[in-house]
């Protein structure tokens, strides 16, 4: 990144091309030579060996000679590695050179888009703010050419105004002339209508006064007509009740009886029944004479005696005689209390 900014970033490259080269170039030749150095090595068999060692006499030089050799192959080896690594690692320095190179460059362009995007939209404020000028330029036209507008209407509308007026004054003063005349007739005319209505009203008057006597007295006829009317419908609607009350007080006692009869022929008594035993029950009773429901309201404190009235009421119905018997007087029969007492305990 400094190289790139104080415009050495050429010259750079350069050396280190060179440099590459020259390592790219040493390293082949050692490795020629190695190559070469080893072959002779191979080439000399062991039978060749051991038979110049037996032609010299002297087999520890020749093995320090091997051994040297070998030291030697293995310092070249060695070198060789290290060349690698150092190879591997400047290479590795120039691939991260050139990453922060091509970073670099990316933030430049991105610095000069970004430049570029907040050249655009000033540019892009400068245009909506002259086209904002020009509508309000527009508006504010419109505005004084509404006014002007307005005012030659208003100007025209309170010509036609006064106009106006003054034609309904002309003509209020016409009608006030006109109604004038016309009130002066109508009281002429109210006077004359005033003087016939009276002499109508007294005749009226005593007309009515006449009809009024001869109402008076019919409707004290009718009063008396009706007084009397009245009094024979109520006395006849009281004995009519009084014989329905008597018809229903019969048939309902007549009801009871049977009932009370039909339940004490069907009750079974359990053995703990013992004397003066009772029971009040609610019967509920459909219209049909068929029994809904059979509850204990007031127990005999023997919980058998008091089961064996509910089945007995069970048992004795339904009651059919329920039928004959006209709608209201079922409807007493709807929902009743009855006191079980049986006549033989």
């Known amino acids: 990144m400094l190289i790139s900014r104080s415009g050495l970033f050429l010259p750079f490259l350069t050396a280190l091309f060179c440099h590459l080269l020259l390592a790219v170039v040493l390293w082949f030749g050692w490795n020629q030579s190695t190559t070469i150095a080893e072959k ?11 038979t110049a060692v037996a032609v010299n006499h002297d087999p520890i030089a020749a ?3 091997q051994q040297l050799q070998e030291t030697a192959r293995k310092k070249a080896e060695q070198e060789k590695q290290k060349k690698k690594r150092e190879d591997a690692k400047k290479r590795e320095q120039a691939k991260k050179q050139e ?22 939209r000033k540019k892009e404020a400068a245009a909506r703010k002259k086209e904002e000028a020009r509508k309000r330029e527009e508006v504010k036209k419109k505005e004084e050419a509404r006014k002007v ?14 106009l106006k007026a003054e034609a309904a004054k002309k003509k209020e003063q016409a009608e006030k002339v006109k109604k004038a005349q016309a009130e002066a007739k109508k009281a002429k005319e109210a006077e004359a209508q005033r003087q016939r209505e009276a002499k109508l ?30 009094a024979f419908e109520s006395a006849l609607a009281q004995e009519e009740a009084f014989i329905q009350e008597l018809d229903d007080q019969e048939k309902l006692g007549a009801m009871q009886a049977l009932i009370k009869g039909y339940v004490e022929q069907n009750w079974s008594r359990p053995p703990t029944t013992r004397p003066g035993m009772q ?22 404190g023997n919980v058998a005696f008091d089961r064996s009235a509910q089945q007995a009421v069970h048992k004795a119905g339904p009651f059919r005689e329920l039928i004959d018997l006209q709608p209201h007087q079922r409807d007493a029969f709807r929902e009743f209390n009855l006191l079980f007492k049986p006549e033989d305990i």
């Open 201 to 230: 009203a007294a005749a009226k008057a005593k007309a009515q006064k006449e009809a009024q006597a001869v109402a008076e007295a019919e409707n004290k006829r009718k009063a008396a007509l009706e007084a009397e009317r009245k």
């Open 99 to 120: 990453q922060a190179r091509k970073k670099e460059e990316a933030r430049k362009q991105a610095l000069i888009r970004k430049r570029k995007q907040e050249e655009a």
């Open 149 to 162: 507008a307005d005012a030659k209407r208003k100007a025209e509308l309170k010509k036609q105004q006064l």
């Open 40 to 50: 002779r090595v191979v080439s000399a068999r062991p039978q060749e060996v051991i």
């Open 63 to 65: 093995l320090k000679k």
């Open 279 to 300: 029971a009040v029950l609610k019967i509920t009773l459909l219209p049909t004479g068929e029994v809904q429901d059979v509850r204990i309201i007031e127990s005999s």
